[in-house]
């Protein structure tokens, strides 16, 4: 049977500054939180259910509250109940246009077309804003959006999407590239369809098949046939148990990384081996202490010098483009030389210069491919100046500084220096990293750090 939602009231407070005391070997266990990649996606899906909707491990980040206000603005109901649990319940749904300034912070909102579209046939959307690591061109998206049968157009002097659904979706997409975000939003706006719909080249990532997970308990009929995605429409989704939401595995790495440059010992739980097999790989090579304790617990020690090595980010399986920024930080620390290269997104360097700023030694280079427009994952401009690659050189002792957080995974690298180089340090803009990492002060804390909000 479905839960009922009873609530329970909890905090929130954020401020915009930490003031960071560095040099510490940092030791001792770290339960992750939910992962932000697959609970911002669930929270929207669950409006396309009948009745209320409960999820559980659900993180109280910036984002997850933004979303929810976007939600209850629109008349359903959407919040938290318990300390990880949000209740969802459409019922009540009765706007079709989102809030212009919520709905731009960030970039998931635009998923909320696919229960506006079922509820109302049409919806507003303005053009999704999130972390500026690249211009993340929306035309995959809509265009897959127009081969199932939906009508978008948008209006620069509004800044609004606009979606129009006058039959259930039919048909069939292919995407050119692989796009997180555009496959989940086409799961969505298939479930209901007409038949069957194929996704075909869809991206790999695991949240995405969390999300299919969430889907087909609620009577979705969706199948994954490697990078086809197949959906047979229903009439209906209805919760008959609460969901319970993977961990982060962006966050996994975070605190895996900290462990290897404070010099220390940490253990990570509960994270499904799969989620992170390319970066224990990748640590093992490069001479980082990691251990399987058990099932989903997995420690990650110091246990001598560490040797430089190349990455390339990739969609899933590949090395995650939201992990190279903690990655350039593991290399300031390792002998030699490593070299990384950008493939997914065309501005995710932004912590470079804050990194030279303590001293590291960082340069860009020339990343001359035979086909660009195909290698790189974003939509490729001829003639445009892009700087995809850098070259780390180590290990260099970084000291203290002031840093300004540019984006959310840079801000965990910014806070990674902190803790590493001796001193004081103070990181402004973290309420941009506060977007995705939950009770971040206490978990540092907790391991022995020093840091605080000002």
């Known amino acids: 049977m479905a839960s009922s939602c009873t609530r329970k009231l909890f905090s929130y407070n954020m401020e915009d500054a930490y003031i960071i005391q560095g040099g510490k070997k940092l030791t001792g266990q770290v339960t992750l939180s939910g992962a932000k990649n697959v609970a911002l996606k669930t929270v929207i899906a669950a409006l396309m259910f009948e009745g ?5 491990n659900i993180p109280r980040i910036r984002d997850i509250y933004e979303l929810l206000h976007l939600i209850a603005g629109l008349g359903a109901r959407a919040e938290f109940i318990d300390k990880n649990t949000v209740c969802i319940d459409a019922t009540a749904l009765s706007q079709n246009k989102l809030d212009f300034l919520h709905a731009s912070k960030i970039r998931t909102s635009f998923l909320l077309f696919a229960p506006l579209l079922h509820r109302f046939g049409e919806a507003y959307i303005p053009n999704p804003g999130g972390c500026r690591i690249g211009a993340r061109p929306i035309d995959r998206i809509v265009n897959g959006m127009k081969d199932l049968g939906v009508a978008v157009s948008y209006d620069s002097e509004t800044g609004f999407y ?12 292919t995407f050119k590239k692989p796009s997180h975000t555009g496959t989940e939003l086409l799961l969505m706006l298939s479930v209901f369809s007409q038949g069957e719909i194929i996704i075909k080249n869809a991206a790999l990532e695991p949240e995405i098949d969390d999300l299919i997970m969430f889907l087909n308990e609620g009577g979705a009929r969706i199948v994954r046939e490697d990078t086809d995605i197949r959906v047979k429409g229903v009439e209906s989704l ?8 993977v961990s982060d595995r962006n966050e996994a790495i975070t605190y895996a990384v900290l462990a290897l440059v404070t010099g220390g010992d940490i253990t990570i739980s509960e994270i499904p081996e799969a989620y992170i097999l390319t970066f224990i790989a990748k640590i093992k090579e490069i001479g980082g202490g990691v251990e399987e304790k058990q099932k989903h617990t997995f420690r990650f020690y110091h246990r001598g010098p560490l040797v430089a090595a190349d990455i390339v980010t ?14 350039a930080l593991l290399m300031t620390q390792a002998t030699g030389t490593s070299h990384i290269h950008e493939r997914v997104f065309e501005n995710r360097f932004a912590y470079v210069d804050e990194l030279k700023k303590l001293g590291a030694h960082i340069e860009y280079e020339d990343s001359e491919v035979a086909n660009p427009s195909s290698f790189y994952l974003f939509n490729y401009e001829t003639g445009k100046e892009y700087h995809q690659a850098i070259r780390i050189t180590g290990p260099k002792k970084l000291h203290n500084g002031v840093l300004k957080v540019a984006d959310l995974r840079a801000g965990a690298t910014l806070a990674l220096a902190a803790l590493m180089a001796e001193g004081e340090t103070v990181i402004t803009g973290v309420s941009i990293m506060e977007r995705g990492y939950e009770d971040f002060v206490r978990k540092i804390t907790e391991l022995g750090g020093t840091i605080k909000k000002v």
């Open 238 to 245: 209805k919760q008959t148990k609460p969901f319970t939401i």
């Open 162 to 173: 606009h979606g129009e659904m006058k039959n259930k979706p039919s048909g069939a997409y």
């Open 314 to 327: 990739d969609p899933h399986p590949g090395f995650m483009t939201d992990w190279q920024p903690n990655w």
């Open 52 to 56: 209320p909707v409960t999820l559980h």
